[in-house]
């Protein structure tokens, strides 16, 4: 018996050491440079993912190796503009990464969606409710919510408030708006709440447990039979998810059913509703089919994700900087002519303000919501990017928050300095190129143009009617960003003292 034992633990250790000098030394990618622990396992990361690191430590290898960096056996990160167009371009064929199957459920949503055909129709059918003319017509709708908001700020009378849980509050009524002429038809009355409602609680709970299902299956599978009722509840949280998607789209058909005839509805899950995606039929024909019930509720909690935590932690971060530096007066400087109506600008007198764009430009720039990688899978027969040949079935990535920080692009790049972004055309162009806070190509945020409307509607309203602070509650690093793929503060919040002027 021992015999077989020593067998059996010789036979592991010759299959470990093979692993080990393969990926080391005979791998196609033994070349690329990085952290020699890197070449053996990628489970390094794990830990360093679970403490919210992973993107400032892959920026800490770039800064270290260069913009071609091996992060794993078979993962490499870049940081050259010339890879951005192969990785994300309009006619890219990479593939969202495996990676994304942890994100997925049954069916597949748009943000886990691989197949290229069937992302580019569902696509198309939600872009609509994005289009830059249909947001211009619930502009009206939008301003309502930041009265909302200004209403909020007014309440605290000028003592500390948490901004962050302030402003996610607001853009999760933004995607819920009790008018039906948004996305859901319904609102989640966040403002008028003293607590952020079970939605934000669930969101947050989802990002945990879907963390921990990805980097630890085994161990997620184990803990899911603790007793714990913490625990349990936790771990239910995308459940939870999909059934506030089903309990909307049931509460809609009601109101649809009990409203006038004829009567027009413009939102998102009326368009879902009514509309058709093409598909491949078993024989490869092409059919259109209607979206089912089980997708259309998958897709309101993908939008209302989406939606919320994104244009909050612009908006935090972004009201953060300008509560310590000069740009704040810079800008109500450049406010002072724009007449408001009920404390709100019409965007079309903003949109085009030059030091308005530029902050919100270099706040992204900054302080990405998304700051991490987006991994795509090198497709068959393999490619050559940035000099090295990539294999079939690698994992490659770039982060917004390397490219967007190039000190060859952005002159001393962790400065925040909105005159970056008032040069000449030629500049503006090499840096657009490498900022990539909504990704590029046919997977770019389907929500930019909204989240810019909110973004300049809510700055313009605030900056003009309130001399913004940092809270003497705040201490230094507080502000320091961790990720578990969207951007949080580290210590969780962002208390700044909002003064009438």
């Given at each position: 018996?021992?015999?077989?034992?020593?067998?059996?633990?010789?036979?592991?250790?010759?299959?470990?050491?093979?692993?080990?000098?393969?990926?080391?030394?005979?791998?196609p990618?033994?070349?690329?440079?990085?952290?020699?622990?890197?070449?053996?396992?990628?489970?390094?990361l794990?830990?360093?993912?679970?403490?919210?690191?992973?993107?400032?430590?892959?920026?800490?290898?770039?800064?270290?190796?260069?913009?071609?960096?091996?992060?794993?056996?078979?993962?490499?990160?870049?940081a050259?503009?010339?890879?951005?167009?192969?990785?994300?371009?309009?006619?890219?064929?990479?593939?969202?990464?495996?990676?994304?199957?942890?994100?997925?459920?049954?069916?597949?949503?748009?943000?886990?969606?691989?197949?290229?055909?069937?992302?580019?129709?569902?696509?198309?059918?939600?872009?609509?409710?994005?289009?830059?003319?249909?947001?211009?017509?619930?502009?009206?709708?939008?301003?309502?919510?930041?009265?909302?908001?200004?209403?909020?700020?007014?309440?605290?009378?000028?003592?500390?408030?948490?901004?962050?849980?302030?402003?996610?509050?607001?853009?999760?009524?933004?995607?819920?708006?009790d008018?039906?002429?948004?996305?859901?038809?319904?609102?989640?009355?966040?403002?008028?709440?003293?607590?952020?409602?079970?939605?934000?609680?669930?969101?947050?709970a989802?990002?945990?447990?879907?963390?921990?299902?990805?980097?630890?299956?085994?161990?997620?599978?184990?803990?899911?039979?603790?007793?714990?009722?913490?625990?349990?509840?936790?771990?239910?949280?995308?459940?939870?998810?999909?059934?506030?998607?089903?309990?909307?789209?049931?509460?809609?058909?009601?109101?649809?059913?009990?409203?006038?005839k004829?009567?027009?509805?413009?939102?998102?899950?009326?368009?879902?509703?009514?509309?058709?995606?093409?598909?491949?039929?078993?024989?490869?024909?092409p059919?259109?089919?209607?979206?089912?019930?089980?997708?259309?509720?998958?897709?309101?909690?993908?939008?209302?994700?989406?939606g919320?935590?994104?244009?909050?932690?612009?908006?935090t971060?972004?009201?953060?900087?300008?509560?310590?530096?000069?740009?704040?007066?810079?800008?109500?400087?450049?406010?002072?002519?724009?007449?408001?109506?009920?404390?709100?600008?019409?965007?079309?007198?903003?949109?085009?303000?030059?030091?308005?764009?530029?902050?919100?430009?270099?706040?992204?720039?900054?302080?990405?919501?998304?700051?991490?990688?987006?991994?795509?899978?090198?497709?068959?027969?393999?490619?050559?990017?940035?000099?090295?040949?990539?294999?079939?079935?690698?994992?490659?990535?770039?982060?917004?928050?390397?490219?967007?920080?190039?000190?060859?692009?952005?002159?001393?790049?962790?400065?925040?300095d909105?005159?970056?972004?008032?040069?000449?055309?030629?500049?503006?162009?090499?840096?657009?190129?490498?900022?990539?806070?909504?990704?590029k190509?046919?997977?770019?945020?389907?929500?930019?143009?909204l989240?810019?409307m909110?973004?300049?509607?809510?700055?313009?309203?605030?900056?003009?009617?309130?001399?913004?602070?940092?809270?003497d509650?705040?201490?230094?690093?507080?502000?320091?960003?961790?990720?578990?793929?969207?951007?949080?503060?580290?210590?969780?919040?962002?208390?700044?003292?909002?003064?009438?002027?």
């Amino acid at each position: 018996m021992y015999l077989y034992l020593a067998a059996g633990l010789c036979a592991i250790l010759v299959s470990a050491t093979w692993r080990i000098i393969s990926n080391v030394f005979l791998s196609p990618l033994a070349s690329i440079p990085g952290p020699f622990l890197a070449k053996i396992t990628s489970k390094w990361l794990i830990l360093v993912e679970m403490s919210g690191n992973r993107t400032t430590t892959i920026h800490k290898l770039h800064n270290q190796y260069g913009p071609t960096v091996r992060v794993g056996p078979n993962e490499v990160s870049f940081a050259d503009g010339n890879v951005i167009k192969e990785l994300y371009g309009q006619s890219s064929d990479f593939m969202k990464a495996p990676v994304y199957d942890q994100f997925s459920q049954h069916p597949v949503g748009i943000f886990s969606m691989q197949n290229k055909a069937e992302h580019r129709e569902r696509r198309k059918l939600l872009s609509h409710a994005f289009a830059q003319s249909n947001l211009l017509q619930i502009e009206p709708v939008i301003g309502d919510t930041v009265k909302q908001l200004l209403k909020k700020i007014n309440g605290t009378m000028g003592q500390p408030t948490d901004a962050l849980v302030l402003l996610r509050m607001f853009a999760l009524d933004v995607v819920g708006n009790d008018t039906g002429e948004l996305f859901l038809g319904k609102s989640f009355s966040a403002l008028e709440s003293i607590k952020p409602p079970t939605f934000i609680r669930d969101l947050d709970a989802y990002f945990i447990v879907m963390g921990m299902k990805g980097s630890f299956p085994w161990l997620f599978e184990i803990a899911s039979y603790f007793p714990s009722t913490k625990w349990q509840e936790l771990q239910q949280a995308p459940k939870r998810l999909r059934t506030y998607g089903e309990n909307a789209l049931r509460d809609y058909r009601l109101r649809q059913d009990a409203g006038p005839k004829g009567a027009k509805y413009k939102d998102l899950l009326h368009k879902m509703l009514t509309s058709h995606e093409t598909v491949s039929t078993p024989s490869g024909k092409p059919t259109e089919v209607p979206m089912t019930d089980e997708q259309i509720s998958l897709e309101i909690g993908n939008l209302v994700f989406a939606g919320t935590d994104t244009t909050s932690t612009t908006l935090t971060y972004l009201f953060w900087q300008l509560a310590q530096c000069k740009w704040q007066e810079l800008l109500r400087d450049e406010l002072a002519i724009t007449q408001l109506v009920d404390g709100i600008a019409t965007f079309g007198d903003i949109d085009q303000f030059p030091i308005l764009n530029a902050v919100i430009a270099e706040s992204l720039r900054l302080f990405p919501a998304a700051p991490a990688s987006l991994q795509r899978e090198t497709p068959a027969g393999g490619r050559e990017l940035a000099g090295y040949f990539i294999p079939a079935g690698t994992v490659v990535s770039m982060q917004c928050y390397t490219t967007q920080r190039d000190g060859a692009i952005f002159h001393d790049p962790e400065t925040f300095d909105p005159t970056r972004w008032m040069q000449s055309p030629e500049k503006l162009t090499d840096m657009n190129l490498y900022q990539m806070p909504f990704s590029k190509g046919t997977r770019a945020c389907l929500g930019k143009n909204l989240a810019m409307m909110e973004l300049k509607l809510v700055v313009a309203a605030v900056i003009k009617q309130y001399q913004i602070k940092v809270a003497d509650s705040m201490k230094p690093g507080d502000m320091n960003m961790k990720d578990h793929f969207l951007t949080l503060p580290a210590c969780g919040r962002c208390d700044l003292v909002f003064t009438p002027l």
